[in-house]
């Protein structure tokens, strides 16, 4: 469990939202299709809530077999939201508790696991999984908090809790709890915050390597222009031929060197990185 103070008085101590709303059936669907315009700049018309939203569409589905599978009717609400992702390509399980004002946004590619849970007011991308890593009938899916953002792509894994307004960065894995106010990015993802960025404008760690691949290109740009030059500019005279050659063979002899030292020192910025990178780590 969280031991954020906040979270303490919005879940129980197995990342249950304490506080779930039922409203009437028809106040649900009736809130779902006035979401979209207030969170979709793109909204134009009311038709479009009907061919061009389907996540709009799995959510009245998902409303309705939700309540199938309350009153016992599992398998009916099974077959439902099997027919729903055929047609809209998002998949929701009925058991998963999802609040009110809920927007999934173009929705292709969305899994919402049986012991999910989300808030209200919550703003969900294409492509998000909020999956399970156990094979244990537990809760072992997530639980988003109120006026949370997941962003396209990302991975929510396990039975962990996404604070309130708390924002999960695009194709980001989410594998620990993500504090009320936050954002988290990257695989797997960790908790940003302003100060955080602000210390790395101010120092960078990262250290920068040389362009090794375009030495090399450079490099083997000369040799093919160094066998050209010998083949048309070699004189006829064998003293002028040795001078030439030997003049030709100095000048690569020195590119070779140049190409040697842009290596070693490629190899001794990359140990210098990964050595500033060890250290930042074992401060974290």
């Not at 992702?85 to 696991?113: E, L, S």
């Not at 797997?188 to 760690?205: D, L």
Request: hydrophobic share 35%; net charge neutral; with cysteine.
């Amino acid at each position: 469990m969280n031991t954020n103070n906040t979270l303490e008085t919005l879940i129980d101590a197995n990342n249950n939202i304490i506080y779930k709303e039922f409203p009437s059936l028809w106040e649900q669907i009736k809130e779902d299709f006035c979401t979209p315009q207030l969170k979709d700049p793109a909204y134009n018309h009311f038709l479009e809530l009907f061919f061009n939203y389907p996540g709009l569409i799995a959510m009245v589905h998902y409303r309705i077999a939700h309540r199938f599978h309350k009153n016992g009717f599992k398998l009916l609400a099974r077959l439902l939201m099997g027919w729903t992702q055929f047609i809209t390509n998002i998949d929701i399980h009925p058991a998963a508790y999802i609040g009110r004002r809920v927007f999934i946004d173009h929705g292709i590619g969305v899994v919402i696991g049986e012991t999910a849970q989300i808030g209200n007011d919550v703003t969900i991308y294409q492509g998000v999984s909020l999956g399970g890593v156990s094979l244990e009938r537990t809760k072992r899916h997530p639980t988003i908090l109120h006026h949370a953002i997941i962003g396209a792509g990302a991975k929510v894994l396990g039975d962990i809790v996404i604070g309130e307004h708390a924002k999960i960065g695009s194709n980001s894995v989410v594998i620990k709890d993500v504090p009320d106010n936050s954002t988290a990015v990257g695989i797997p993802a960790r908790v940003i915050n302003k100060e955080e960025k602000r210390e790395k404008n101010e120092k960078p760690t990262r250290t920068k390597l040389p362009d090794i691949d375009q030495s090399m290109f450079e490099y083997v740009l000369f040799r093919l222009k160094f066998i050209e030059d010998i083949l048309t500019n070699m004189p006829n005279d064998n003293t002028q031929c040795k001078d030439f050659l030997r003049e030709q063979n100095d000048k690569l002899r020195m590119r070779e060197k140049e190409l040697e030292k842009t290596y070693q020192d490629f190899l001794q910025a990359l140990h210098k990185q990964d050595t500033t990178e060890t250290k930042t780590c074992d401060n974290k």
